[in-house]
């Protein structure tokens, strides 16, 4: 039996009052849980070619804003997760399961409980391993100059996550879901088919913003991870290196919550860019519009969380639609994992540069008001185009394939094996469809 809420207006303006605090009654009402967090400058410290756009050449760019990685863990034993956020524009998974074998070993963590995911920065350094096929220019001192960087890379990341099991005290974790409109579909097209990129609002794009925060229980912030699902090409190239829109809100939020550590991730952006993308003002732009609404959700209606009650990790295997030239045909290994935090979250990373229609068909499929989508992580071997896209091509279809070193598209079918491996491992930890 439901009452009517009856309070007089003094008293209901001090209950708001408490609600907004950065201590509120409602994240208060969760348990404590072991919680660290820890930042690293992973600047290139020597030249190294960038990536993310083909035509660069050279190594004579500016350092206008360091890059950082960042480390959130969670929990406390075996069952600690940690995840890591990397202001570059991928990562291969030689890095991520280096990071995780190294965590296993020291601290006895599981591959299902290590995430590292990139922010997908197109004004960062290139690594080993990465978009090898897009370098075909490069010289031997350039790879040198990779491979020397990625080895340092490895252990800036392994020691950011140590820092960060390291620094573990007791938190309240809490979370809510907001929006920002600053990501848009960039596939135009022309009859039916892919033109060329551009700005097409009306077309797919997640542009929801879920935010976990972890307080101490004097309120102070101690973590926050932030995910949005857009391209960081703001800045729109240029030869310098910029942790684009994620970096900006991630320094303003720190800025704004001193002490605390920022991290964000990307949602599934392999289709959707900036608007506006115009340089670095239109960086500062779009993370100012992240963190504006960080601000708000911390705030407004937090809900308690759990810890990471349960997870998993797996690699699926996605063939191409034809044989290469050797006639094999090759398959893409894919890493899904997902953590559960009890019946109130489930949190799913999917590698590659995912296209919208996955996170949006997602929260069709699951439950929307429960469920938190990151792509780019742990790997990033492709695009990975949907079903809506194939008819169209273009290049998050075809020619992307092909810088990524692969010989032509993901077969048929490729949309419906990943949602399948979502739903099994959904299932696998304990999260099921539809409100406890």
Known sequence: MKFPLLIPGKTYALIAALLLMPGSLISARSQPVPVGAARIDITPQFPIRLAGYANRRGTNWKVEMPLHARAL?????????ILVSVELVGITSAVSDWVASELARSHGLKRDHVAVCAIHTHSGPAIDGYLVAERHDIQPEEHDAMVRYTGWLKERLRQVAVAALEDRHAARLSWAQGYAGFAVNRRELKDGKWKRFGVVPNAPADRTLPVLVAQSDDGKMRAVLASYACHCTSNGGGMIIHPDWAGEAAAQIESENPGAVALVALGCAGDV?????????AAKTNGREVAAEVAHL??????PLPGVTAASYRVIKLPLDEPNKKGILEQVPLPV??????KELT????GGEMASDYSLRLRRELDADRLWVNAYSNSVPCYVASRRM?????YEVDASMLKYGWSGRLA?????????????????VGQAKGRP
């Open 73 to 81: 863990a969670i929990g406390e034993g075996a069952d600690t997760a």
């Open 273 to 281: 860019g900036p608007y506006p993308k115009n340089g670095i003002a």
């Open 298 to 303: 911390m705030g407004n209606g937090l809900k």
């Open 337 to 342: 994992q997902t953590w559960a935090f009890g």
């Open 347 to 350: 949190m799913i990373f999917l």
């Open 390 to 394: 194939y008819p169209e091509g273009g």
């Open 412 to 428: 048929a079918g490729t949309e419906d094996r990943i949602i399948a491996a979502v739903h099994t491992q959904v299932e696998e």
